[in-house]
């Protein structure tokens, strides 16, 4: 769903074999020299949520960004 200038998806992550539902932020950037849309992203994650060890050095709630370049399938 659209908000102001980004959307909302949400969609299955998967990590060291566990599958979650998670929901991230996607913004359009413009075109690739190719004319392929770019999109960036971001979202937030809980490790100990994929059966990872809690880790208070490290923190447990892990913040992610990610860049995407769609192509046309043939």
């Avoid at 659209?2 to 990590?15: L, R």
């Avoid at 413009?30 to 937030?44: C, F, R």
Wanted: hydrophobic share 30%; proline share 3%.
């Amino acid at each position: 769903s659209a908000i102001s200038d980004f959307y909302k998806v949400e969609g299955d992550f998967e990590m060291i074999g566990n599958k979650k539902t998670i929901e991230v932020d996607l913004k359009y950037i413009g075109l690739n020299d190719k004319k392929q849309p770019i999109l960036v992203g971001k979202g937030t994650l809980d490790r100990t949520k994929f059966g990872m060890k809690p880790d208070s050095k490290e923190g447990n709630i892990v913040d992610f960004e990610f860049k995407v370049e769609l192509q046309k399938k043939n």
